[in-house]
């Protein structure tokens, strides 16, 4: 199970972190993700970090947005920098273990302009 928190409504150019708990160890999980979907839009993939703690990016977020991870406190979090209006979106963790993938439910964050 996987609990997603932390975001809200925010001004541009402001900064929100995003966290999401897992109910067991992350240390076997292969690889975490966020997702994000804007209102009336398709999801869509945002970020991602493995095991080996290598991370990859949607070009849009790269330089504004870290993800990172706590395998102690079984915590993966998203820092989201210098937001902008089109970062308004639900967002989404999600977990991939083999061929297993969990996610957990949104966490809504709004930019206003």
């Known amino acids: 199970q996987l609990q997603a928190s932390g975001g809200g409504l925010v001004q541009a150019g402001g900064s929100l972190r995003l966290s999401c708990v897992a109910s067991?160890?992350?240390?076997?999980?292969?690889?975490m993700y966020w997702y994000r979907q804007p209102s009336g839009k398709q999801r869509e993939w945002v970020t991602t970090i493995i095991n080996t703690g290598i991370t990859t990016y949607k070009d849009s977020v790269k330089g504004r947005f870290t993800i990172s991870r706590d395998v102690a406190k079984n915590t993966v979090y998203l820092q989201m920098n210098n937001l902008k209006p089109e970062d308004t979106s639900v967002y989404y963790c999600?977990?991939?273990?083999?061929?297993?993938?969990?996610w957990g439910q949104g966490t809504e964050v709004t930019v206003s302009s």
């Open positions: 067991r160890s992350i240390v076997s999980i292969n690889a």
């Open positions: 999600s977990a991939r273990q083999g061929a297993t993938t969990y």
